[in-house]
């Protein structure tokens, strides 16, 4: 299908009961009616070309309560960038370690207790923030190598290939060629939820498909999948966050 037109866009705002919101207005050729969206950038509100504004606006406040639940439960799931400086907290298998920076003459990470302690080189933030990501690396690859024989073997399933995975939009996939690719942002979960995405991509191995037997694999694997699935998909914001 031919996308419609962009026509105009720009940003409003608009008094609701609980204050103001604002919002872009999107203007497109061919649509007939008014479609809302809200994401992490906002509320976005699509409407034809030839509507007036009054009955646009209208149509947002016949659906506030939606607007305003949804606005709310993209704010709940913004999280401030992290500063990579003493005293930020960082999240590792569920917990979070306090980011302390002593002085050193080399680049060196080490976990001590709930303390990550980074010294590097070079100094700078940005040195500081390449040297924990290649640690959280390590770390992934040791912790899901570990988990991926461990539950393969008691699955009773000849352990994939597994390679570490940077992507931001999904956790695990799984090939023909019995390869696994885990991301290593997962590690900054708690432990059951690994295990659940472990599980979930061994289950792959047997069924490349999401048919009811794939679910029942993955539930004979991890009986308590769906609340895990549930709890990593409410704070997944929180493992991506860099």
Not at 39 to 52: H, I, K, N
Not at 132 to 140: E, Q
């Amino acid at each position: 299908m031919k996308p419609r037109e962009v026509v105009s866009r720009g940003l409003e705002r608009l008094p609701l009961s609980g204050g103001h919101v604002e919002y872009v207005l999107v203007r497109r050729k061919g649509r007939r009616g008014v479609g809302l969206k809200v994401d992490e950038t906002g509320l976005t509100v699509s409407a034809p070309v030839t509507m007036p504004r009054g009955r646009v606006e209208d149509f947002v406040r016949e659906s506030e309560r939606w607007v305003l639940r949804k606005i709310a439960e993209w704010s709940a799931r913004q999280v401030p960038a992290v500063s990579w400086e003493e005293g930020a907290a960082l999240p590792f298998l569920g917990r979070l370690l306090v980011l302390k920076l002593p002085a050193g003459a080399r680049t060196h990470v080490e976990q001590v207790g709930d303390e990550l302690r980074v010294s590097t080189r070079i100094p700078g933030t940005e040195a500081v923030r390449r040297a924990v990501i290649d640690w959280y690396k390590r770390s992934a690859r040791a912790h899901l190598e570990e988990r991926v024989a461990v539950l393969s073997a008691r699955a009773g399933i000849t352990p994939p290939r597994m390679f570490l995975s940077s992507a931001m939009s999904r956790w695990g996939s799984c090939n023909s060629r019995r390869e696994v690719r885990l991301a290593w942002r997962l590690v900054k979960a708690p432990a059951q939820m690994i295990d659940y995405v472990v599980c979930h991509e061994l289950a792959h191995l047997r069924h490349m498909n999401h048919s009811a037997a794939f679910w029942a694999e993955v539930a004979r694997q991890c009986p308590d999948y769906r609340r895990l699935r549930e709890a990593l998909c409410a704070a997944d914001h929180l493992y991506r966050s860099f």
